[in-house]
């Protein structure tokens, strides 16, 4: 929130509209208004918007945040935002409609010149070794009960990727920059890329874990990576179908996409 406050206290003057898309509770819709800006449309598809309108009243911002109960693809406005600010990601910016939300919006509900908050987030990638975290996942299928068998949901287990938390000692190679989403300029919600990694030291790779520098504004930034202080959105682990013994002149490669299907990004 530190980052958001201090990228939206720079932005707004005192004619600034914005748009505040998943909106919420409401939070950055009053701070804009706090910060100056003379009209805020706050955007949220759920009932959460009921608590961002009676915020605004009770913070005395109720004649300048306009609460709308939507999704900004089905929405209009009368007066073109000076700035759009989100955070529809969920643990990666891949999430749900996230992209073509954005793209959307800076097409049709941003006045030109205008601003988005954030400006990129760059996701990067390393292939980790997390042995408790893995077997915690798999083992409980591998185990026999009842002389029953259940490996098989173990292969549907490694298929599925997890949040994690990650610290620095538990990856294998240096981090590799897989994407830089530029908000003012992405159009396709297609991503793919190969990255090769080799290994730092010897080590049981688990799997790749993917996190993002999010860049709100110039020299306003946050990180999940690992090491940093912690987020709400933790890292993206995808695990290995089995781990995998390495040393340090292996070579690993990785070839992934992102794909929108429906409503969703289906990753492989």
Same mark, same amino acid.
């Given at each position: 929130?530190?980052?958001?406050?201090?990228?939206?206290?720079?932005?707004?003057?005192?004619?600034?509209?914005?748009?505040?898309?998943?909106?919420?509770?409401?939070?950055? +819709? #009053?701070?804009?208004?706090?910060?100056?800006? !003379?009209?805020?449309?706050?955007? $949220?598809?759920? *009932?959460? =918007? @009921?608590?961002?309108?009676?915020?605004?009243?009770?913070?005395?911002?109720?004649?300048?945040?306009?609460?709308?109960?939507?999704?900004?693809?089905?929405?209009?406005?009368?007066?073109?935002?000076?700035?759009?600010?989100?955070?529809?990601?969920?643990?990666?910016?891949?999430?749900?409609?996230?992209?073509?939300?954005?793209?959307?919006?800076?097409?049709?509900?941003?006045?030109?010149?205008?601003?988005?908050?954030?400006?990129?987030?760059?996701?990067?990638?390393?292939?980790?070794?997390?042995?408790?975290?893995?077997? +915690? #996942?798999?083992?409980?299928?591998?185990?026999? !009960?009842?002389?029953?068998?259940? $490996?098989?949901? *173990?292969? =549907? @287990?490694?298929?599925?990727?997890?949040?994690?938390?990650?610290?620095?000692?538990?990856?294998?190679?240096?981090?590799?920059?897989?994407?830089?989403?530029?908000?003012?300029?992405?159009?396709?919600?297609?991503?793919?890329?190969?990255?090769?990694?080799?290994?730092?030291?010897?080590?049981?790779?688990?799997?790749?874990?993917?996190?993002?520098?999010?860049?709100?504004?110039?020299?306003?930034?946050?990180?999940?990576?690992?090491?940093?202080?912690?987020?709400?959105?933790?890292?993206?682990?995808?695990?290995?179908?089995?781990?995998?013994?390495?040393?340090?002149?292996?070579?690993?490669?990785?070839?992934?996409?992102?794909?929108?299907?429906?409503?969703?990004?289906?990753?492989?």
């Amino acid at each position: 929130m530190r980052a958001y406050s201090g990228a939206l206290k720079r932005a707004i003057t005192s004619d600034s509209c914005v748009l505040d898309i998943g909106a919420g509770t409401g939070i950055l +819709s #009053l701070l804009a208004c706090q910060y100056g800006a !003379r009209k805020v449309y706050a955007v $949220e598809p759920s *009932s959460a =918007i @009921v608590v961002a309108d009676e915020a605004a009243r009770a913070n005395g911002f109720g004649d300048r945040i306009e609460c709308i109960q939507a999704l900004s693809t089905d929405i209009t406005l009368p007066d073109k935002a000076d700035l759009i600010v989100s955070d529809l990601r969920g643990v990666l910016p891949l999430f749900k409609q996230h992209i073509p939300s954005i793209v959307d919006a800076r097409r049709r509900l941003l006045a030109p010149g205008g601003k988005l908050i954030p400006k990129r987030d760059v996701l990067w990638a390393a292939i980790v070794e997390m042995a408790q975290h893995y077997d +915690s #996942l798999v083992n409980p299928w591998l185990r026999e !009960r009842f002389e029953l068998n259940m $490996e098989r949901a *173990s292969q =549907i @287990v490694t298929n599925v990727w997890e949040r994690a938390r990650v610290t620095p000692e538990q990856l294998l190679t240096k981090p590799h920059c897989w994407l830089t989403i530029d908000y003012l300029t992405v159009q396709s919600t297609n991503v793919a890329a190969e990255m090769t990694f080799q290994p730092t030291r010897s080590g049981t790779g688990h799997g790749f874990v993917v996190w993002f520098d999010a860049v709100l504004d110039d020299g306003i930034e946050f990180s999940n990576a690992p090491g940093q202080p912690e987020q709400i959105y933790a890292s993206g682990f995808f695990q290995w179908s089995s781990p995998v013994a390495l040393v340090p002149h292996d070579t690993g490669w990785l070839d992934s996409r992102a794909d929108p299907v429906g409503s969703y990004h289906v990753r492989t």
